[in-house]
């Protein structure tokens, strides 16, 4: 067991040390400006925890007013695909809307969830809320770039029982299975019938997670690749980011990153020191690398010998020979090279 006296001689090392550096972050608590549009449009101040040392804004979620909570949420946890979400209510109303806290989360069986927030002005729920809690069916239809005003335009909080179809221009069409209309002009459509909603609160704010299992989708054959797949290049999908930003999943924005499935990437921490602490080589090239399941033969380096940019660094200065070496197998890496860029750097 202690003894007293190291006990208080620890309490007192710790008022010296530990408190003044603690202090010290507090003090560097910075009051940020920023616009918040639910104030009148107006900038609002607001002091929020900002910890220098480590360039973060740290924020505590029940020290914020849920407006502000919401647009950091959703900046952050974007792009946000689209459910355009048809509902019929018991008395044959039909409604339309986006919900963008969305996403597929089981193949087998089935499922796709969306969640109908209530409303922070007012604590009120939504319509499509209303409908799938009368009828327990929808239609997922979802967004491509082509109708993304006419998605905004059935986002505005018309009366129960307007008809959002007729709002926004979009052309019904019947479903097979369920009694929800579909949207034409969406590329895929997703009848579905609701398992389960979980209710997350009572407060403004709180989602009301629809549980949606899919029985029938229908894909526009026009954005089909020749093996039957959803091309996304033909797709031209839109997904929502924070405040009023979308982005659109077309050309450049739109990559292939090689998966290496089945393969057992020997991992950035077992690369060898010189190439780990690079200062040329970033993360990602680091991963690349990484992704191999070993370290290339010594033979199999001899090749890139005769690389003509191999042979201009190794013939000069012996000092700048690391850096140019690394420099040469980045520009490999960025290009999709591993395997050169792994020869390059073990010669
Ligand atoms: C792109 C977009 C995404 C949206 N996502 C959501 C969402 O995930 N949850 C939500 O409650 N409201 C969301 N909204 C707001 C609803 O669409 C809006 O409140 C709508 O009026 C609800 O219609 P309803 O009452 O007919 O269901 C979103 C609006 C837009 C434009």
């Not at 020749?226 to 033909?234: A, L, N, Q, W, Y």
């Not at 980045?330 to 860029?341: S, V």
Request: proline content about 6%; charged content about 20%.
């Amino acid at each position: 067991m202690k003894s007293p006296f190291l006990y208080l001689l620890g309490i007192e090392l710790k008022k010296q040390f530990v408190k003044p550096f603690v202090t010290n972050r507090v003090n560097q608590a910075k009051s940020i400006d920023y616009f918040n549009p639910v104030h009148n449009n107006q900038f609002a101040q607001k002091k929020v925890l900002y910890l220098n040392q480590k360039n973060m804004l740290t924020i505590d979620p029940t020290k914020i007013e849920t407006p502000d909570l919401h647009q950091y949420i959703i900046s952050s946890v974007a792009p946000r695909p689209i459910a355009f979400v048809s509902t019929m209510g018991a008395d044959g109303s039909i409604n339309l809307a986006p919900y963008s806290f969305f996403n597929a989360f089981s193949s087998n069986p089935p499922l796709v969830i969306f969640s109908s927030n209530r409303k922070v002005r007012g604590n009120t729920t939504k319509d499509t809320l209303k409908n799938v809690e009368d009828t327990g069916e929808c239609v997922i239809n979802i967004v491509n770039y082509k109708m993304v005003h006419q998605m905004s335009l059935a986002s505005v909080e018309y009366p129960y029982g307007v008809n959002e179809f007729e709002k926004a221009g979009l052309t019904p069409l019947p479903s097979e299975i369920v009694k929800p209309l579909r949207v034409k002009e969406a590329p895929v459509q997703m009848e579905c019938t609701v398992r389960e909603i979980i209710k997350l609160g009572s407060k403004g704010g709180a989602g009301n997670l629809i549980i949606c299992q899919v029985v029938r989708i229908h894909i526009r054959e026009a954005i089909l690749n020749e093996k039957g797949r959803i091309d996304p290049f033909k797709a031209d999908l839109v997904a929502r980011m924070g405040r009023h930003y979308y982005c659109r999943a077309n050309g450049s924005a739109i990559f292939e990153l090689p998966q290496p499935v089945n393969i057992l990437g020997m991992g950035v921490h077992n690369l060898p020191e010189a190439i780990r602490l690079s200062n040329i080589l970033t993360g990602n090239n680091l991963a690349q690398l990484a992704s191999f399941i070993s370290l290339p033969e010594e033979e199999a380096c001899e090749v890139v010998k005769a690389d003509e940019r191999v042979m201009s660094i190794l013939a000069g200065n012996l000092q700048e020979k690391e850096k140019q070496l690394h420099q040469y197998a980045k520009e490999l890496l960025d290009t999709g090279d591993a395997e050169k860029a792994w020869k390059v750097l073990m010669i």
